[in-house]
């Protein structure tokens, strides 16, 4: 074997480690968004999710390796083809899985909205008919309410 044989053996080893250490962060990135996208199905707010940090991590170190390969640090193209074929399966999946991920944390995001806005108009509803002064700025008569008896004053 002559000394260009080994170098492209052992750079071929070199590509087909690091895509696999790659498909394992893939492959981790995806069970977080799967798992996040679960927690998220049932309705929880998006502020409960506790894999946020995690993704955040895992998304950071992708990048990394996208940045390597652009780069030309790292070589997908002599690995193996059903390995490159693998790996483009798996990003498929995780661009499916972010795609689901961003439409789940936008209707928790707007459940949460919901949440606030409901619970501000109550606040004011209640400032509204608690004011000691009327629109005219003169001190405004008790606020009447059939559950207190109509006498203004709940006990």
Not at 79 to 88: G, T
Request: net charge neutral; proline share 3%; hydrophobic share 45%.
């Amino acid at each position: 074997m002559n000394t260009t044989s080994m170098m492209q053996e052992e750079a071929a080893a070199k590509a087909t480690a690091a895509l696999t250490d790659l498909m394992a962060l893939v492959d981790e990135l995806n069970a977080v968004v799967d798992d996040e996208n679960k927690i998220l199905a049932r309705g929880l707010p998006a502020s409960l999710s506790r894999f946020t940090e995690r993704k955040n991590e895992l998304a950071e170190e992708f990048d990394k390796w996208v940045q390597a390969i652009a780069a030309g640090r790292i070589s997908l193209r002599i690995v193996e083809a059903d390995r490159r074929e693998q790996f483009l399966a798996a990003v498929a999946r995780l661009h499916k899985n972010m795609d689901e991920n961003v439409e789940r944390l936008r209707a928790a995001i707007d459940a949460s909205r919901r949440r606030i806005d409901a619970v501000m108009q109550a606040i004011r509803n209640q400032f509204r008919t608690a004011a000691p002064y009327g629109a005219d700025g003169r001190v405004a008569s008790p606020p009447t309410s059939p559950a207190c008896g109509g006498a203004g004053v709940c006990v």
